[in-house]
């Protein structure tokens, strides 16, 4: 029986993608706050000018549309990337990609499969990114009817 390759764990890029982690959830913890303390000072400004008000929400929520569009369209980029050259070179992972858990080798038809999910799974990211500023916009649109 032939004894599975298992390519090691890069501890440095465990570390950077933990450290990444944290302070994305902090990021967010203050955003939020901010967000919050926000929407209450527009409450506010709606009891005084409401289309102020309106102009201000759509405001808040175009760029947050704009920030989702680019995230889910350069992570789909990426895992496109990724997936081709699953393919090109039949091994999962593809040789010289650093790992953050210990992961299994894989070559011929699973890595064919799997880099064939993950090209969906980019594709399918592409598209939400894509289309969530088209559903954004008819939102907004029946807001300001």
């Known amino acids: 029986m032939e004894e599975k390759k298992i ?30 303390k926000y929407l209450k000072s527009l409450e506010a400004l709606a ?13 808040a929520l175009k760029i947050v549309t704009i920030s989702i569009t680019i995230f889910f369209t350069l992570a ?19 040789s010289g990609i650093r790992v953050v858990k210990d992961t299994s080798f894989v070559t011929g038809k699973d890595a ?13 990211l592409i598209v939400i990114g894509l289309l ?9 649109k029946i807001l300001l009817l």
């Open 76 to 94: 789909g980029l990426y895992y496109i990337r990724l997936a081709i050259l699953i393919l090109r070179t039949n091994e999962f992972p593809p």
């Open 112 to 124: 064919q499969r799997r880099g064939i999910g993950i090209l969906i799974f980019a594709i399918l």
């Open 47 to 59: 009891d005084d000018s409401p289309e102020l008000a309106i102009e201000k929400i759509l405001s």
């Open 7 to 36: 390519i090691k764990a890069d501890k440095n890029l465990r570390k950077s993608v933990i450290i990444l982690i944290v302070l994305l959830v902090i990021f967010g913890i203050f955003f939020i706050n901010y967000f919050q």
């Open 132 to 140: 969530f500023p088209i559903y954004m916009n008819k939102i907004f």
